[in-house]
Structures are given as C-alpha cells and as structure tokens.
C-alpha cells in the first residue's frame, strides 16, 4: 500500500516516520476483534508498505498517521481493503499467504 504525507505537517517538525494500522472488518466495516495491528517505517521518507501475513479472502480497515518528535497525527480516513482468495500466482513460503496491496490512502 502507499500514502501522501499530511497536509500542513511542517507546523509539527520533520516527519519522522508513518505508522500503519489494520484490523479485519466484517462486511459492514465493523471490526470483528478488538485487535489492531501495527506496522512502523523505518523513516519519514518511506511512502509505502507490504503488508504481509494477511488472512486470504478478508476485509481489512487501514489507517496511516505520520509521526514527528512532536508526537502521532492524525490518522488517515479508514480504508478498506480485501484480500483475494488463494490463487496459482501468489506466494507462499512456509505456511504464510503473501497478499500484495496498492492502495492511496489520502
């Protein structure tokens, strides 16, 4: 998946990097666990990210925030995603399913 920085992120310092957060959604949009996952960049340049180790056939919400030495942002709005059905043309090393998503969060 990729993203946009924030508008007017200067006023808040250099973006030192973006936190990812995704949780499987039931077919409303309504989280099915209270679990959220996290996944963190290894700078504030970095725009995008592979998620990996997703649940075939499963509705995530994604949000991104940025993060400064000032603190968190805002999140992104919600996104949803699915993930598709196991097909011949994806990956799978061991028992892990990699599920690869483009995606503009803006």
């Not at 959604?25 to 959220?36: I, L, S």
């Not at 968190?72 to 994806?90: A, L, N, V």
Request: hydrophobic letters at 30%.
């Amino acid at each position: 998946m990729e993203w946009l920085p924030p508008q007017g992120q200067a006023d808040n310092g250099l973006i030192e990097g973006y936190h990812v957060f995704f949780t499987i959604v039931d077919n409303n949009g309504e989280p099915e666990t209270n679990k959220e996952e996290v996944r963190d960049t290894a700078d504030g340049r970095t725009l995008d990210m592979v998620i990996t180790g997703l649940r075939p056939g499963t509705r995530y919400q994604v949000t991104v925030e940025a993060h400064t030495r000032k603190g968190h942002g805002d999140h992104s709005r919600p996104k949803i995603i699915s993930t598709k059905e196991p097909s011949g043309s994806q990956t799978v090393i061991g028992n892990t399913l990699f599920v690869y998503i483009t995606t503009r969060l803006l």
